[in-house]
């Protein structure tokens, strides 16, 4: 069974700077999703970022970006020049791939990282 | 983009009722529907999956009895919880999987129940 662990539950941050969450999986599968989802106060879950497994780039969205190493099995997500609105819960997650590439099944989520971003 | 939406956002019952959750797709349909359980400051933790027209699969240790999932269509699921006891209380989200293009995991707003 797949596995995601985020061995942070807290981090914090100074507005403007740079914080990185970390995130290890574990999985017997090649080709697979792996997820970053934003949890704010309001509890909507919002998608930040998603990387397939085949795809050796590291994904982007603007100041979210992520560090992708398959062999290591790691997958931590980058927030640049932090911002009040950036502190919540952050959950990373992993998605199974079905032939054709699509998504499907569950996702399992790791434990989750509180982040605080400071003024 | 899609958009699930899931009523009631929050709802306090009597120990002993059942109350029903909703979670529609408004632009696209839902072919599988994931619905959660979260404690405070914790992770989702999977209840069940539902298909569209069959039965839900239940991950292990959560009570089919207590808790009935409906899917009866591309655009709504519900969840039901019958019987309800002050251990139930706690945060519900449903997570709806599109059914073609690039499919998305699209997660309903979520409902805050409170057993008294």
């Known amino acids: 069974a797949q596995t995601v662990t985020q061995s942070q539950p807290e981090m914090s941050v100074q507005e403007a700077e740079t914080v990185t969450l970390s995130c290890t999986y574990d999985?017997?599968?090649?080709?697979?999703?792996l997820f970053w989802y934003k949890q704010p106060p309001s509890r909507q879950m919002i998608l930040v970022i998603r990387?397939?497994?085949?795809?050796?780039q590291n994904a982007t969205e603007n100041r979210f970006s992520v560090n992708f190493q398959k062999a290591a099995k790691s997958f931590s997500l980058k927030i640049s020049d932090s911002q009040l609105g950036d502190a919540a819960m952050y959950f990373c997650?992993?998605?199974?791939?079905?032939?054709?590439?699509?998504?499907?099944?569950?996702?399992?989520f790791g434990q989750g990282t509180i982040l605080t971003v400071h003024p | 983009g899609a958009v699930v939406s899931q009523h009631p956002s929050w709802v306090i019952c009597k120990s002993g009722t059942s109350v029903k959750i909703e979670c529609r797709s408004l632009?696209?349909?839902?072919?599988?529907m994931f619905w959660y359980r979260q404690f405070p400051k914790q992770s989702l933790m999977l209840m069940a999956t539902?298909?569209?027209?069959?039965?839900?699969?239940?991950e292990q240790g959560v009570e089919k009895d207590k808790f009935l999932i409906n899917h009866a269509s591309l655009t709504l699921s519900t969840l039901t919880v019958t019987s309800a006891h002050p251990e139930d209380s706690s945060f519900y989200i449903c997570?709806?999987?599109?059914?073609?293009?690039?499919?998305?995991?699209?997660f309903g707003s979520g409902t805050r129940l409170t057993v008294v």
């Open positions: 997570s709806a999987l599109s059914g073609s293009g690039q499919r998305t995991y699209t």
């Open positions: 999985t017997s599968e090649s080709d697979y999703y």
């Open positions: 990387q397939e497994a085949y795809k050796q």
């Open positions: 997650a992993y998605g199974k791939v079905a032939a054709g590439g699509t998504s499907y099944g569950k996702l399992t």
């Open positions: 632009d696209f349909q839902a072919t599988t």
């Open positions: 539902s298909n569209e027209g069959s039965k839900a699969t239940y």
